[in-house]
Nanobody
Framework: QVQLVESGGGLAQVGESRTLSCSVSGSNFIIQVMGWYRQAPAKERELVADIITGGPTTYGDSVKDRFIVSQDDGKTTVKLQMNSLKTEDTAVYYC???????????????WGEGTQVTVSS
C-alpha cells in the first residue's frame, strides 16, 4: 500500500513564498515519477511540476521560473517551493507519483488527498 501525505498548504499573500512537502511511504514499489498537480475551482487538474527518475524536470507554463520541485535521494519526499505567488495560484495541490508495483510489475498512479493553497491580494 502506497501512501502520500501532503503538508504546507494554507494562506499566503501575493508575492510571498510557500513550500509544500509530500511524504511517500509503503513497500513493494519503484518510483518513476514524482511531482505535483493542482486544481482550481471549475478548472481541470493540471501539471505543476514533476521529476522523472534519471530524467528531466517538467514545469507547467504558468509556474516556470517561479516554482521549484525537488526530491530527496531516497525518493521518500518531494517538495514544491512556490515563489512570487499570484492569486491565480490558488488551488488544491495534489502530490502525485507514478510507480511500478513489484508484486505484478504494473505501473500505477498514486495521489495524495490534496492541500489547499489560497493566495490573496
Amino acid at each position: 500500500q502506497v501512501q502520500l501525505v501532503e503538508s504546507g498548504g494554507g494562506l499566503a499573500q501575493v508575492g510571498e513564498s510557500r513550500t509544500l512537502s509530500c511524504s511517500v511511504s509503503g513497500s513493494n514499489f519503484i518510483i518513476q515519477v514524482m511531482g505535483w498537480y493542482r486544481q482550481a475551482p471549475a478548472k481541470e487538474r493540471e501539471l505543476v511540476a514533476d521529476i522523472i527518475t534519471g530524467g528531466p524536470t517538467t514545469y507547467g507554463d504558468s509556474v516556470k521560473d517561479r516554482f521549484i520541485v525537488s526530491q530527496d535521494d531516497g525518493k521518500t519526499t518531494v517538495k514544491l517551493q512556490m515563489n512570487s505567488l499570484k492569486t491565480e495560484d490558488t488551488a488544491v495541490y495534489y502530490c502525485h507519483i507514478q510507480a511500478t508495483d513489484t508484486n505484478n510489475y504494473l505501473r500505477k498512479d498514486y495521489w495524495g488527498e490534496g492541500t489547499q493553497v489560497t493566495v490573496s491580494s
